[in-house]
């Protein structure tokens, strides 16, 4: 059952992270077509400006399970490749346990308030010509909080596996 659950989780994180990275090329490009409305055309585009801001909060709150996931995120690794595959999944899974997954449950906890007054007004863009969308870009932070759950619980399970001496 527990295999399960890793499968579909990691599962989750890949179509997600994968789904969000086409976002980069598309930030890039409208950031070029911004600078050229602006620098060649002496033309301003907020609406397209703040789409870039949404495109990068996309990417990078729903590229974070899928960095934990392929364990690309940051570490202090000065002992810790240096030791063994369940020493490190002990570490893992103290980092879970203690860090990740608490600390998840209270943004979560905290961010629905947040983000309830946001649906309520359903708030958009302070700006003339902004994307009425903000509620949106903020509903962002409990989801990315789910998904950080979900895939700090299928990390948990893989670091037991890993320290009972299963493949992880």
């Known amino acids: 059952m527990s295999r399960k659950l890793m499968a579909l989780a990691d599962r989750l994180s890949d179509w997600t992270g994968r789904s969000v990275a086409w976002l980069l090329l598309a930030m890039v490009v409208t950031t070029v077509v911004v600078v050229v409305m602006r620098y060649a ?4 585009a907020i609406m397209l400006q703040e789409s870039v801001t949404y495109m990068h909060a996309l990417t990078f709150m729903l590229g974070i399970p899928f960095a934990l996931k392929e364990n690309a995120h940051v570490r202090v690794d000065l002992i810790y490749t240096r030791l063994g595959p369940r020493s490190q999944a002990a570490i893992d899974l103290g980092g879970h346990l203690l860090f990740l997954i608490p600390v998840s449950v209270c943004v979560l906890i905290y961010s629905l308030p947040y983000v309830a007054g946001a649906w309520r007004i359903l708030e958009g863009s302070p700006e ?6 903000v509620f949106l870009l903020k509903t962002l932070i409990p989801v990315t909080a789910v998904l950080l759950i979900i895939q700090g619980l299928a990390e948990t399970l893989r670091s037991i596996a890993i320290m009972r001496g299963h493949d992880g």
């Not at 055309?41 to 301003?44: A, M, P, R, S, V």
């Not at 003339?128 to 969308?133: H, N, R, S």
């Open 41 to 44: 055309l002496d033309q301003g």
């Open 128 to 133: 003339v010509g902004g994307l009425p969308a």
